[in-house]
């Protein structure tokens, strides 16, 4: 993945925003609440040319604007300690198109409520639905310097952020001690990058309506905290971040059927030392990129819920990738559905010591490939139990010579439609089932890495061969009823170590199959050979040898398995005892 381009945003507002106090003009509302009144105005003059001042939130003083506007140059809405408010019912209103528009500044409260304020409405902003459209210029601050700034949109118009003129965008607490919430419950949002809790505390709450940044979304970047919560609407963006700072707050929630389309990469935390999240309960997050959780040090997670949809489009030569570039990413899932098909894999730490973590508890992950350890050091971890289901091209754990890799299952279900590789290029890497359902359509093979197999709830089905090298070690671990066997279509070469532990088996188990192999069986493990004893069960009245399809029930020549031996009782031995001495007494008389 390439290292961002992201634009310097220090100052570059000062060339063209907030010009001198002299060139201003203050509210006044001693005449009605009409915006366009002159007599509204200090000295009687309309602010043409000018800033426009809004210092006031009294009742029945605040400006209301119901038609079209006299462009200003900059708008504030509160400045210096005054609580200011703006309601916004119908019209056009501008700032200059290279100037800037503030909510909330200062160290004060400014509100500022696209909507139509005259009748009570069931949303977030309790307001009923205008028709204007606010023109904020090259900026709009939300919360900047100490200030709390507060945007309410709920209109059939529009707030038009960065016309084609250069400059930032959107900034929602701007800086340290500030606080900016916007609301979108209708209407539509046109801007050029988006920053959500930049040094200050950000927040942007999505009802309905639609949200559209050209550049990038930053959800906490710096010292701030960010969190974008989207229960309704559209969201579409360039690329996005959640966590470009360190604060644990930086999140982006998508629940209620809420869509998120970024038409490029997205990244859960980004930067040493930086922490993102991103819960996604119902709706869909849909990138045409990478997906990166943890990249370049931070520490990212991503939580899959409910009905929620994770789905990379288009772009096949790019990835999901969880643990990125020295990072640590998460991902929990305990429902819906995270979907690659066509367009990419899973890849479980990637480069610089990453280290990447699934766990699967529910719902569906359908992907081309799975690969459990990537590359550059990394170490993987997926985790699949419970109803969590993976289907996948193949599956390959601990991809390059210095990483890792471990799969755990103890439910849910595994469909391989290729290759289960335990181990590749001689790394380290393991798959450990103790329930639930693997299905292999290809071949299992181990180079070197290590297959565990713990009690009998699993289904294990090989579909193609089963191919173990002599350094991989393979472990069946016995529970009272035995152990799930390993069901191989075609055919099974066996090498490397067994590891057998029946310690758990209860008493009068009788044959035990731990390989099916309906193809040949070749090669023998390096442990245990051919009638070698494995052990007693607990109460030493039967013992467990190991056969290769020679002994026991196991007599096709192409099983593994254990053939169970009683040993008789002692008073049984003594008596044959007595009888053969009687018959050699009878014979020497």
């Known amino acids: 993945m390439r290292a961002p381009r992201l634009r310097s945003r220090f100052f570059v507002a000062a060339t063209f925003c907030g010009l001198a106090a002299a060139n201003a003009q203050d509210w006044v509302g001693d005449t009605s609440q009409d915006w366009n009144d ?35 140059v900059d708008t504030f809405v509160s400045n210096g300690g005054s609580a200011g408010r703006v309601d916004h019912r119908a019209g056009i209103h501008s700032s200059g198109t290279t100037n800037c528009s503030f909510i909330g500044t200062g160290s004060s409260t400014g509100t500022y409520n696209l909507a139509d304020t005259s009748t009570p409405g069931g949303g977030i902003s309790g307001f009923g639905t205008g028709s204007g459209t606010f023109n904020a210029g090259s900026r709009l601050y939300v919360g900047s310097g ?82 974008i919560n989207l229960s309704g609407g559209q969201f579409n963006t360039g690329r996005m971040i959640a966590g470009i700072g360190s604060n644990a707050g930086n999140l982006l929630t998508v629940t209620g059927g809420a869509d998120v389309n970024v038409n490029g990469e997205a990244w859960v935390g980004e930067g040493a030392g930086n922490f993102g999240r991103m819960d996604i309960d119902s709706g869909t997050f849909t990138t ?72 699967l508890s529910g719902g569906l992950v359908n992907v081309d490939g799975f690969l459990v350890g990537w590359t550059g050091g990394a170490a993987g971890e997926l985790n699949i139990s419970g109803s ?7 599956l ?13 299952q103890s439910g849910g279900i595994a469909n391989i439609g290729g290759t289960l590789d335990l181990r590749a290029l001689g790394a380290s890497g393991s798959y450990s089932i103790s329930g639930g359902d693997l299905n292999v359509g290809g071949d299992l093979a181990g180079e070197g ?33 035995g152990v799930s066997a390993i069901n191989v279509v075609g055919d099974a070469t066996l090498a490397g170590p067994l590891g057998i532990d029946i310690s758990a088996l209860a008493t009068g188990i009788g044959d035990i199959e731990l390989i099916d192999v309906g193809g040949a069986l070749s090669g ?27 002994q026991g029930s196991f007599q096709d020549g192409n099983d593994v398995g254990l053939y169970a031996v009683p040993i008789p009782e002692p008073s049984v031995t003594a008596l044959f005892g007595l009888v053969a001495a009687g018959l050699l007494y009878r014979r020497r008389r």
């Open 288 to 359: 045409t990129s990478w997906i990166a959780v943890g990249r370049n040090g931070a520490t990212g997670e991503l939580n899959l819920s409910g009905t929620g949809l994770v789905e990379k489009t288009a772009d096949p030569a790019s990835h999901v990738v969880v643990g990125s570039l020295g990072g640590t990413g998460t991902v929990n899932q305990t429902g819906g559905t995270l979907d690659t098909v066509g367009n990419g894999e899973v890849r479980l730490g990637e480069n610089g010591g990453a280290t990447g973590i699934y766990n």
């Open 38 to 72: 002159p007599l509204n105005w200090s000295g009687d003059t309309y602010p043409a040319g000018a800033n426009a001042f809004v210092n006031t939130d009294a009742a029945g003083v605040f400006p209301i604007i119901s038609a079209d506007t006299t462009q200003v």
């Open 146 to 227: 100490t200030g709390t700034g507060i945007v309410n949109i709920n209109t059939t118009g529009a707030l038009n952020v960065n016309n084609g003129a250069g400059g930032d965008g959107i900034f929602v607490g701007d800086a340290a001690g500030s606080n900016g919430t916007v609301n979108l419950e209708a209407g539509t949002v046109n801007a050029i990058d988006s920053r959500v809790g930049l040094n200050g505390t950000g927040t942007l709450n999505q009802t309905g309506g639609t949200w559209n940044d050209a550049g990038w979304t930053f959800i906490g970047e710096g010292a701030g905290a960010g969190h």
């Open 449 to 481: 890495g290590g297959l565990e197999v713990s009690g009998s709830a699993s289904t294990i089905d090989i579909g193609g061969n089963f191919t173990l090298d002599g350094s991989s070690d393979t472990d069946f671990i016995l529970d009272a009823s």
């Open 396 to 408: 390959v754990i601990a991809a390059e010579a210095d990483t890792s890799g471990t799969v755990s």
């Open 388 to 394: 969590g289901e993976l289907n996948t091209g193949n």
């Open 524 to 550: 023998p493990f390096t442990t245990f050979g051919e009638g070698d004893l494995v052990g007693l069960t607990g109460d030493g009245l039967t013992q467990y040898f190991f056969t290769q399809g020679l």
